[in-house]
């Protein structure tokens, strides 16, 4: 059975410094949820600006934390062409031909590296700024971390309160922004990820919710707004 690509809505609950009364910090509650995710299947529009140009991508992306498998789906004419990303190396493969495209570095981040390099940041990156914001209808938790060795790199999320989907993110070089992505699609493939359970065991105070792909589409769209 598919399983639903929302978290369990517990941010708000965190918020609002419930659990014991002791009061929780949402980032690290956010990180410790997305450090918990064992597989996952996600999908975005990247736009991705360079000095004389702007080209935007749609990438699906085959993601776990030792390694992830990025499509492009558009534009047309690279359509197919995948990479795998594992150990900050890519591999490019077409029709059944695979190049060693070698590494990468912070400062020339490839597109299709977006999107793990997000999930990294997500999961364990320096939290360098947070703020609560709304993104079209949703209020969102925007956090910019860092990663370790990646001098002048910062990649910055708005995570849905109610869902912790990532809603919209942008990745900066040198105070500069690189990519800007938009999120279409997150969906957890493992059955055992740790995301929607509560921390030390503990019991949610407030019920769960069955989330549904009408769920999914409802919370993009409004950040479409």
Not at 64 to 79: G, H, M, R, W
Not at 115 to 122: C, Q, S, Y
Not at 169 to 193: K, M, N, Y
Request: hydrophobic content about 40%; glycine content about 6%.
């Amino acid at each position: 059975m598919r399983k639903a690509l929302l978290f369990a809505p517990m941010l708000m609950l965190l918020l609002t410094a419930c659990g014991g009364g002791e009061e929780k910090d949402p980032a690290a509650e956010l990180q410790a949820q997305y450090a918990a995710v064992e597989s996952a299947v996600m999908e975005a529009d990247i736009t991705c600006h360079y000095e004389d140009e702007v080209r935007t991508y749609t990438l699906l992306c085959d993601y776990t934390p030792a390694k992830s498998t990025v499509t492009v789906l558009s534009p047309t004419n690279l359509a197919g062409i995948s990479a795998t990303v594992a150990d900050g190396t890519l591999s490019l493969s077409y029709e059944d031909i695979s190049l060693d495209a070698g590494g990468y570095s912070a400062a020339a981040i490839s597109p299709v590296a977006a999107l793990p390099k997000l999930m990294t940041a997500a999961a364990s990156g320096y939290v360098t700024e947070r703020s609560e914001e709304t993104l079209g209808e949703r209020p969102c938790l925007r956090l910019a971390c860092d990663l370790p060795d990646e001098e002048g790199m910062l990649y910055t999320t708005w995570y849905d309160q109610q869902t912790l989907l990532p809603l919209r993110s942008e990745i900066a070089s040198d105070g500069t922004v690189v990519f800007e992505v938009a999120w279409t699609r997150f969906e957890l493939t493992s059955q055992d990820s740790g995301p929607a359970a509560q921390p030390d065991g503990q019991e949610a105070d407030t019920p769960k919710k069955d989330w549904t792909e009408a769920d999914e589409a409802a919370a993009y769209a409004a950040a479409e707004e």
